[in-house]
């Protein structure tokens, strides 16, 4: 993560966020807080700020992240992989890829893949980027997701729901979504330099940590089965961001047409719900979950083991 003064910049991986944490440090005229890259909010953050997250594409993004590790030889996934005797399936082809992919998509692989996905105890419910996702989304995410309390894909939707940002920028229309962004929120935001266009906001920092590409490697050039396994997997991002619907995915609420709101909206999981039903949902949970638990109690009684 990436703290300003008045903004906070949650930074998955490969979705541009060099270049976004450039464009920013250029832009804002701001006390910049030190954080890690890619790190989990601390305890005790400021609710009080702007949030923000960049998404991607997840096969688009998985490509982005072994492409990294094949033409640099690090980052943390190539790590890992190392460590767990792995590292030749970051040979720079097609094949490769496929073998890696299908590889960090077993959920069985989650304690080699990354330690804190596999303790989340939820690797069979959502795949790596997803974890991701919801790891830099929710303060506390590894204590929720281990909590039991957020079982199968609606109790993933529920947890969703307790994400600290509504605005997000896709890396396919990135210098777009993040003029957007800025210009709504401007008001709150010191600038040392003037928001003009969204091509002059790009521009105003190179393009950095371009991975070397391999040959032949596109989303069109993988196997249809493994498409579709990235879908299942994934099916968190696809349906949050409306890849499901749109390669691009959905436009974010600031460039979004009514009818894209009005559509968001009747997913239940774009848009987080007002707090008063979020509230409502979790007491509704514990009830439910109380009432189980008394069934269970009285069936004990009355059928005692012998």
């Keep these: ?5 008045n903004i906070v910049y949650l930074d998955l991986q490969k979705t541009g966020s060099t270049t976004i944490r450039s464009v920013l440090s250029t832009l804002l005229d701001e006390r910049f807080n030190e954080r890690k890259p890619h790190y989990a909010l601390p305890e005790g953050f400021d609710r009080s700020k702007l949030f923000f997250i ?5 096969l688009s993004l998985y490509i982005s992240l072994f492409n990294f590790g094949s033409g640099s030889r690090r980052g943390g996934l190539y790590g890992n992989l190392r460590r767990g005797g792995h590292a030749e399936m970051f040979d720079p082809s097609l094949g490769a890829f496929e073998a890696w992919l299908r590889f960090l998509l077993n959920p069985e692989n989650a304690r080699v893949v990354q330690k804190e996905y596999a303790r989340s105890t939820m690797a069979g419910t959502f795949g790596l980027l997803s974890f991701r996702l919801l790891y830099l989304s929710i303060p506390n995410s590894l204590k929720k997701m281990r909590s039991g309390k957020f079982q199968g894909r609606e109790g993933v939707r529920e947890l969703f729901q307790r994400r600290v940002y ?3 920028v ?5 210098g777009g979504d993040l003029f957007a962004f800025l210009n709504h929120c401007s008001g709150r ?8 266009t969204p091509e002059d906001l790009i521009a105003l920092v190179p393009v950095r940590n371009a991975s070397r590409k391999v040959p032949d490697l596109t989303p069109q050039s993988v196997s249809p089965e493994l498409r579709q396994l990235v879908r299942e997997r994934e099916w968190l991002l696809y349906e949050a961001f409306g890849y ?6 959905r436009p974010p609420r600031l460039l979004a047409s009514p009818a894209e709101i009005s559509a968001e909206a009747g997913m239940g999981i774009g848009s987080r719900l007002p707090k008063g039903e979020r509230k409502a949902q979790r007491q509704l949970r514990i009830k439910t979950r109380r009432a189980k638990k008394a069934a269970a109690t009285e069936e004990s009684n009355v059928n005692p083991q012998t």
């Design 1 to 5: 993560m990436k703290e300003y003064e």
């Design 54 to 58: 960049s998404v991607r594409e997840p």
């Design 166 to 168: 509504e605005d997000y």
């Design 170 to 174: 896709r890396t396919e229309n990135l």
């Design 189 to 196: 935001l010191k600038f040392r330099l003037p928001l003009t």
């Design 244 to 249: 499901d619907v749109d390669p691009k995915g």
